[in-house]
């Protein structure tokens, strides 16, 4: 089992913005190298959303490469080397309001260290 403390340094601070089409969020691996095997699973939810929404269709950005996530799998898995930058961006038909979020990844299958699920807060500003 992998230390949530730790697994949360891999989360980039501040790096949850709004974009056109939905949020993202940016995540470096400082840890270890890790093969990301099976779609990841990640919810998010605040005051201003009701109850949770969760996301297992959205892409994620390694260097420069874009990955539909519900296309990762044990034939094609993604690479998170350490050092690598991860932008993962999520679809939404509204920006996130303005405010506090916890986030969740509630799967992230990885061939080295298993399942490795943890969450952070995090908030979207101005």
């Keep these: 089992m992998v230390n949530e403390d730790l697994l949360r340094t891999l989360f980039v601070k501040k ?11 940016e995540m470096k691996n400082s840890i270890s190298d890790a093969t990301i095997i ?11 959303i009701e109850g949770k929404e969760k996301y297992k269709d959205f892409e994620v950005i390694i260097n420069d490469e874009v990955i539909k996530n ?8 993604a ?16 920006p ?14 990885t061939e080295q260290y298993g399942d490795i699920p943890f969450s952070m807060k995090e908030r979207i500003r101005e």
């Design 70 to 77: 519900k296309k990762i799998n044990e034939q094609n898995p």
């Design 15 to 25: 790096s949850l913005k709004n974009v056109v089409g939905g949020f993202q969020l």
């Design 96 to 109: 996130l309001p303005v405010g506090k979020y916890k986030l969740r990844f509630t799967q992230l299958l």
């Design 38 to 48: 099976d779609s990841i699973k990640f919810e998010i939810k605040g005051d201003t």
């Design 79 to 94: 690479q998170f080397s350490v050092k690598t930058l991860a932008i993962l961006r999520f679809p939404r038909d509204q």
